[in-house]
């Protein structure tokens, strides 16, 4: 793996960009480590790799969001000071995110006229209309600037931000996995776009985990791993086997044998997903027709790269999301956009994405939290059985805490998991779904969690449905691995046939 | 005849109504959640008729010392709300005793004074007069001004991102401290001279606590009419005359304290059908109003 | 250049919370004399201010009606504060109850037996309270309304509907007054000998406190409403109807103040007068005071309590420059809460001082 210098190849105009030894620490992660990579004028460059990498850091510091322990930033050969997104656009560089900035019930126009300083306050919105109409024409947006944004759609708003931008006068765009959810026809118009722009003389940088797209557009790909800089690769010399080793590094097992003989798995069919279609949060699909039938006592993990429709998915099992079209039966219930306290009582078991929003209250006590689990439904809170219950759960999975009656929010955000875990896994006796059970969590402790839930499931049967960022972990723990990618299930595969290659292939694909 | 001879005689409570409402509406508009307004409107009252005592009776500067303590404290509110992540509403109700005690204070000294000169105060609308032409003139006109500031001019776009969604706003490159104090001194002000307005060219008496409530009316008015500077010229005109007129509603059949109520109840029900009906998109209140507005660290 | 930016930031531990309280009522309390001072012309002695409070601490007796009422309605207030439900319509709970006791005492035809009328007097008056405060509820269970306007709006809604009741079919007949008749004495609750307070309202006052621990501590109704405050998010999460603990935590709410407006009734007022908003004793407002001051903290309810009524009570004895004790004690009482709401944050976030040079 060595870093290829453009510089020895090609005589090549001076970069538009130049980020040199650029580092980044938060609490207990070094999330930059002297990362280093030109972009040149007139070029649309790709930044590879996968969650955890490094790529949303670098861009945010580039955008003035974050300011860098170390390193340099030079633009046009200037060296410079960015601290915060006005800096950035001073510069010109301008960044598109994934979600959304624009306010919804206001329209295009105001929105946009919002960020030009040329407007003074009591000019009429009317006054830009031409120069936002000509942007909007750009990007192929053909519609009334004075559209409210709730009715737009997702890949419309999107196309307003990039409008934005170049009112802006952008020469960098930044796009952080903001092409990633859009359908295919809008991709290539966009796509269109950035050679256009590029052809200006500007430049694009595109954030996304999606190999095929970064080949499909880009001039030069530089791959991030765990927060360095793996390679810069040109166009030509890319190939998907390459760039993929780029991405993943080396297969390392951490060795413990986690799994031991194999037991029966069940015919009763627990869970069963038909044709499932679900919405995100801003409006379009993010589970595309997805179907899958889990045994009872069967492990089944789903690979893929964070926001390919994972969350969604769990969230509409556990009727936190709207099903739009599809099936959802549990144990021979159908419980499709039933409430959750319904789903709850069949025995479900729910470990969330975002535990400290979503999983527990961290005000409270830990015995507080253990007394959330839908398994104590008394109306007189029987706190003697709970505080024994967590004082057991405390031993049981080493969460380490002062006691049962410390808050939450004064644990590590490794015991505030295992506590979430324990929970959870105490409660589930039909099903468990969770969604990244060892987020933050140390190698040890990590295994240790996987083992109880292995064991649960060998033990009585609990049927697990669960999807990590880890792909060693979703390897490592399934009976059969799933891999989600774009709302689809795009590959089954038991645990015999797994063929790492090509599992990681599909991820990214 | 008859019926306008009713307008007439209410036309001064409208006009003050209406400039508390509007200004209010302003306020909210950008995000910030007003409970001051009863105190606001009382220690304006307050400070419009001390004023007129101490002044003989100079109605501009009377006019100017409510609208000008009304601008003070509203900057100060909205700079506390908006630098730091405090409640709006915990704020705006301890405010809200704070003004009530100093209208107290101050006035009571001027009533007293009144006492020996006799003296009176204010100017009253002469019923054969033009005045409320005048006054539905200004009205109308302040009206659509503010609808077309509002809704028209990149002040107005701002003033409303600051109210819908300020994270967003900030990204999109609104100072938000900024335009809500400017919405505060247009709103504040606003809310200033309607508290002159009322008590100079409407009650014009004062006793410890007159003006409690109004406030309140005026703050149904602005909720009743969804924000909206127009469509609250209407809620004015309704609301002015049931309390203008409210003891002759008995001879409706309905007893006197439903008119009074009334404004209170049309309040809730306009929102609880804002929310619920596609006017939730033009009429229901701002998203943010009241949050507070708290930026996460940046690490620097 | 060299630039100043202020900047708030999350603490990672909270600091004591209880100093809070303290240093907003000193704070405030300067800033109120002070403000008092310069807007009379210097004719407000402070010192007068501060006698005031002297002798309303030496004479405990007499605050104890305020002390107990207040604890009632504070405790009251926290219980939907728990859950992050703004209960900003005491009063109106607070009246419903007096009405509805009233009925009772005076139109039910059993306001003259012992016990009995006493009983039904807390019994309806707390359902009247409950279901006035359910309505409340209801638009922000299930449309998302606010509860804080739609609560203070219902506040004078109920003064209308009390007034319209005393003006007319209520009205005592002998003189005419603005009036209800004077409750039967038998439903008046019994003095306790030497001060303000009576056996009941002190048996009421304990019931209340006992209740709310009780409520949010124990039983699986409280830890929802204790985790809605905290994070709604984990109750959609482990199956539980967020909008069932709203309408539940205000009805409850309203219930306990219910219980301090019967108490009202019957300890002090023994009747109705009329204009409700003017003549509110306005238990409900200062019940808030109370309920933010104890940090929702029920065992610093009674000292904010106390606190509280001594101000209300140092406030009735003192006239400045003429202005009335109401004037005087909501100067206090809101410059208490002003720098009281600002300096609470201090305990979750810091400032943080940033030099930026350029």
């Keep these: 793996m060595s870093k290829q210098n453009l510089f020895s190849t090609q005589s090549s105009p001076t970069p538009i960009l130049v980020v040199k030894n650029v580092t980044k620490k938060f609490p207990g992660v070094v999330a930059l480590d002297r990362i280093s990579f030109e972009v040149f004028p007139g070029t649309v460059h790709a930044l590879l790799g996968e969650n955890g990498a490094g790529k949303s850091t670098l861009v945010k510091i580039l955008y003035g969001i974050y300011t860098p322990d170390e390193g340099e930033i030079y633009v046009n050969g200037e060296k410079v000071s960015i601290t915060s997104p006005r800096d950035a656009i001073k510069y010109g560089i301008v960044m598109v995110s994934q979600s959304p900035i624009l306010i919804d019930r206001l329209t295009i126009a105001e929105n946009l006229i919002l960020s030009l300083k040329k407007y003074k306050l009591f000019n009429s919105t009317r006054k830009a209309y031409d120069e936002i109409v000509k942007a909007l024409e750009k990007v192929q947006l053909e519609i009334d600037p004075n559209t409210e944004v709730y009715r737009l759609t997702y890949t419309q708003k999107q196309l307003v931000e990039i409008a934005r931008a170049l009112l802006l006068g952008a020469k960098i765009l930044i796009l952080d996995e903001a092409t990633t959810y859009l359908p295919e026809v809008e991709k290539k118009k966009l796509f269109s776009f950035f050679h256009q722009f590029a052809d200006e003389g500007n430049s694009v940088i595109v954030i996304t985990h999606k190999l095929t797209e970064a080949l499909a557009i880009s001039d030069y790909i530089t791959v991030l791993r765990r927060g360095k800089t793996v390679a810069t690769v040109e166009r030509g010399k890319a190939t998907i086997d390459l760039i993929r080793r780029y991405i993943f590094g080396e297969a390392e097992y951490s060795g413990r044998k986690l799994r031991g003989d194999e037991g029966e798995v069940g015919e009763d069919i627990v869970l069963s997903l038909k044709d499932l279609w679900v919405k995100g949060d801003l409006g379009d699909y993010r589970v595309k027709g997805v179907s899958l039938d889990i045994r009872k006592g069967e492990i089944i993990g789903i690979a893929g790269i964070t926001g390919n429709g994972q969350l969604e998915l769990f969230e509409a099992i556990m009727g936190l999301r709207k099903v739009d079209k599809g099936k959802i039966i549990i144990n021979g219930v159908n419980t499709t956009n039933k409430p959750t306290r319904f789903i709850r009582k069949l025995g479900v078991g729910y470990i969330p994405d975002n535990p400290l929003r979503y999983g527990l209250s961290t005000e409270h006590t830990l015995a507080e939290n253990i007394a959330l689990s839908p398994v104590y439904d008394e109306f007189i809170i029987p706190w003697d059985r709970i505080y024994k219950d967590s004082e057991k759960l405390v031993k049981k999975y080493g969460i380490v805490t002062p006691g049962i009656h410390t808050p939450m929010k004064l644990l590590s955000g490794g015991n505030i998991m295992k506590t979430l875990v324990s929970r959870e896994l105490e409660y589930a006796s039909t099903l468990l779904i969770a969604y990244n059970p060892t987020r933050g969590l140390d190698e040890f402790t990590a295994y240790k969690v996987r083992r109880n839930i292995y064991e649960k499931s060998r033990s009585s049967g609990l049927t697990v449905f669960f999807a990590s960022e880890d792909l060693d972990e979703v390897l490592e723990l399934s009976d059969r691995v799933v891999v989600m990618n774009s709302g689809r299930f795009v590959g089954v595969f038991k645990r015999e046939e797994v063929v790492r290659d090509k599992i990681e292939e599909l991820m990214v694909m | ?300 | 250049m060299v630039r100043f930016e202020l900047v708030v930031v999350k603490r990672v531990k909270p600091l004591p919370r209880w100093v809070i309280p303290i240093i907003a009522f000193v704070i405030g309390t300067l800033i109120a004399t002070t403000l008092l001072y310069f807007l009379t012309g210097g004719r407000s002695n402070p010192k007068i201010l501060l006698d005031g409070i002297v002798n309303a601490l030496m004479t405990p007796q007499l605050l104890l009606k305020n002390f107990a009422l207040l604890t009632i309605v504070g405790v009251g207030l926290l219980i939907s504060f728990k859950a992050a439900v703004w209960n900003i319509g005491g009063e109106g709970q607070f009246y419903f109850a007096i009405i509805a006791a009233a009925w009772v005492a005076l139109f039910s035809g059993l306001g003259k037996i012992v016990f009995v009328n006493k009983f039904l007097m807390l019994i309806l008056g707390l359902t009247a309270a409950g279901l006035w405060a359910l309505l409340a509820s209801l638009p922000r269970a299930f449309l998302g309304v606010d509860e804080v306007p739609v609560t203070l709006l219902m506040n004078y809604i109920a003064y209308y509907i009390v007034d319209y009741l005393v003006f007319g079919p209520w009205r005592e007949q002998q003189y005419k007054y603005t009036r209800t008749p004077t409750l039967p004495t038998e439903s008046w609750f019994i003095n306790i000998p030497g001060t303000t307070l009576t056996f009941e309202l002190l048996i009421l006052t304990v019931v209340a406190l006992v209740f709310a621990w009780f409520l949010l501590n124990y039983t699986r109704v409280g830890l929802m409403i204790r985790v809605m405050g905290s994070n709604p998010h984990v109750l959609r999460v482990v199956g539980i109807n967020t909008y069932k603990v709203i309408m539940i935590a205000l009805t409850i709410s309203g219930m306990v103040v219910g219980i301090a407006g019967v108490s009202y009734l019957a300890s002090e007022a023994h009747l109705i007068t009329i204009p409700a908003e003017t003549r509110t004793p306005a238990l409900g407002y200062t019940g808030i005071l109370v309920a933010w001051l104890s940090m929702l903290e029920i065992i610093y309810v009674p000292i904010a309590a106390y606190i509280v009524s001594i101000l209300l009570t140092a406030g009735i004895n003192i006239q400045i420059a003429g202005a009335g004790g109401f004037s005087v004690t909501n100067v206090f009482i809101g410059s208490i809460l002003l720098i009281y709401s600002i300096l609470v944050i201090f305990s979750e976030y810091k400032i943080k001082i940033i030099i930026k040079k350029r």
């Design chain 2, 1 to 300: 005849m008859d019926f306008l001879h009713l307008i007439i005689s209410a036309t001064p409570l409208i006009l003050a109504y209406y400039l508390t409402s509007l200004g209010h509406s302003i306020v909210e508009k950008s995000g910030v959640l007003n409970l001051a307004i009863d105190g606001v409107f009382v220690l304006g009252v307050s400070i419009a008729f001390s004023q007129a005592i101490y002044t003989g009776n100079n109605l501009l500067l009377s006019l100017s010392s409510s609208m000008l303590v009304a601008i003070v404290i509203g900057l100060f509110m909205t700079y506390i709300v908006t630098k730091f992540p405090v409640s709006h509403g915990a704020v705006g109700l301890s405010l809200m005793f704070l003004c009530y005690g100093l209208a107290g204070v101050i006035g009571v000294p001027a009533r007293i004074l009144q006492s020996t000169t006799g003296e009176s105060i204010g100017y009253a609308f002469s019923p054969e007069g033009v005045e409320w032409l005048y006054s539905f003139i200004a009205i109308v006109v302040l009206g659509i001004i503010s609808h077309f500031m509002i809704e028209k001019t990149k002040l107005g776009a701002m003033i409303r991102a600051c109210g819908e969604d300020p994270l967003s706003a900030e990204a999109l490159g609104v100072n938000v401290m900024m335009t809500r104090l400017i919405a505060a001194l247009i709103g504040f002000g606003l809310m200033g001279l309607g508290a002159g307005v009322f008590e100079l060219y409407y009650s014009r008496i004062w006793r410890e606590g007159h003006g409690v409530g109004q406030g309140w009316i005026a703050f149904s008015i602005s909720l009743s009419s969804g924000r909206h500077p127009i469509l609250g010229i209407l809620t004015s005109i309704i609301f002015g005359l049931l309390y203008e007129h409210r003891f002759s509603i008995v001879a409706l059949g309905l007893p006197r304290e439903f008119a009074e109520a009334l404004p209170f109840i049309t309040a809730i029900l306009a929102m609880v059908i804002y929310m619920s009906t596609p006017l939730k998109r033009k009429l229901a209140p701002p998203k943010s109003l009241g949050k507070p507005f708290f930026k996460e660290e940046r690490t620097i």
